[in-house]
């Protein structure tokens, strides 16, 4: 018995060694700083560049906890529906009432927050690529949708429709950015007195 536990032994052992040997090896500062380095030298090679003009960004993606989806899906759900109802006030695109307008424009809130949120869980790093603009496509699915849900109101106007939601879009991200950068020097004036 104990020769058949002696020839076991360095066979687990080479089977071990190999197993580790096949999971990826965590790559330490030096490495990435190596690979980063040859990467400078491909690219200036590549461009015909010296290297020291290639300037290196890092773009780190935003964390985004439960708190943070909260707060945005409630910022996207009540200025959709502010700016839905107000903007149809102005510009008539569909024959249905203020209620229905609402409706309509939750339907499109929860589309587009759907695909947004599964945007940045599936395509993280086209996020970052693109900085940004690859979310101008959960908006564009979303109204696009909400035109073939036959329960809610639909536009009768296509052009004025567009127009609305143009509008909507380029309102709602403007108030978005100077809202959140006031809240950002607000904090940091707080903090600093």
């Not at 360095?10 to 071990?16: L, Q, R, S, T, V």
């Not at 190999?18 to 491909?42: G, R, S, Y």
């Not at 693109?130 to 536009?155: D, E, Q, R, Y």
Request: glycine letters at 4%.
């Amino acid at each position: 018995m104990e020769d058949n536990k002696n020839e076991l032994e360095p066979k687990d052992k080479k089977e071990i060694e190999k197993k580790e040997e096949d999971k990826p090896k965590k790559k330490t500062a030096e490495d990435v700083e190596k690979e980063m380095e040859q990467m400078l030298e491909d690219l200036s090679q590549q461009m015909g560049v010296d290297k020291n003009q290639i300037r290196v960004v890092s773009i780190k993606a935003p964390k985004r906890n439960f708190l943070t989806i909260l707060f945005e899906s409630l910022y996207y759900i009540i200025s959709t529906a502010l700016l839905f109802i107000g903007l149809s006030g102005y510009i008539s695109w569909s024959d249905g009432s203020w209620y229905d307008i609402l409706f309509y424009s939750l339907t499109f809130s929860v589309i587009e927050l759907l695909l947004r949120n599964l945007f940045l869980i599936i395509f993280k790093k086209t996020f970052i690529q693109t900085f940004g603009l690859v979310m101008l496509v959960p908006p564009l699915i979303a109204l696009f949708a909400c035109i073939f849900i036959p329960f809610i109101v639909s536009p009768i106007y296509i052009g004025r429709y567009l127009i609305v939601c143009v509008l909507l879009l380029i309102v709602r991200e403007f108030i978005k950015k100077y809202s959140v950068d006031f809240y950002y020097k607000h904090k940091k004036n707080k903090n600093k007195k």
